[in-house]
Nanobody, 128 residues
Framework: QVQLVESGGGLVQPGGSLRLSCAAS????????IAWFRQAPGKEREAVSCIRTSDGSTRYVDSVKGRFTISRDYAKNTVYLQMNSLKPEDTAVYYC?????????????????????WGQGTQVTVSS
């Protein structure tokens, strides 16, 4: 069975850092796309970043470029999201999601409907 488990969320002050983890089971990080989405109260789910595991290609939403970094660890079957210089507007529940190999990441990666499995989410709160 496919399972994704997020962890690493918490409360941080603006400018702080946090690293989220997405531990995968039931599949290996080999020919998949793993994405991070986030959803704040009253807002739509938003794609944050993704990584195509076959070649390591990554994408980021403009608002997090230069601050967030997505990475993978094949040995641990885990995808990470390193979040630096956090802002209050980053506050949300963060989800990881499993998708297929996208021929075109640019046109597909940020569409929630393209992902097959989702984790339970982890809360990130950025507040002073």
């Amino acid at each position: 069975q496919v399972q994704l488990v997020e962890s690493g969320g918490g409360l941080v002050q603006p400018g702080g850092s946090l690293r989220l983890s997405c531990a995968a089971s039931g599949f290996t990080l080999e020919t998949n796309t793993i994405a991070w989405f986030r959803q704040a109260p009253g807002k739509e789910r938003e794609a944050v970043s993704c990584i195509r595991t076959s070649d390591g290609s990554t994408r980021y939403v403009d608002s997090v470029k230069g601050r967030f970094t997505i990475s993978r660890d094949y040995a641990k079957n885990t995808v990470y999201l390193q979040m630096n210089s956090l802002k209050p507007e980053d506050t949300a529940v963060y989800y990881c999601a499993l998708g297929p190999i996208f021929a075109s990441l640019s046109s597909s990666w940020n569409r929630p409907g393209r992902y097959d499995s989702w984790g339970q989410g982890t809360q990130v709160t950025v507040s002073s």
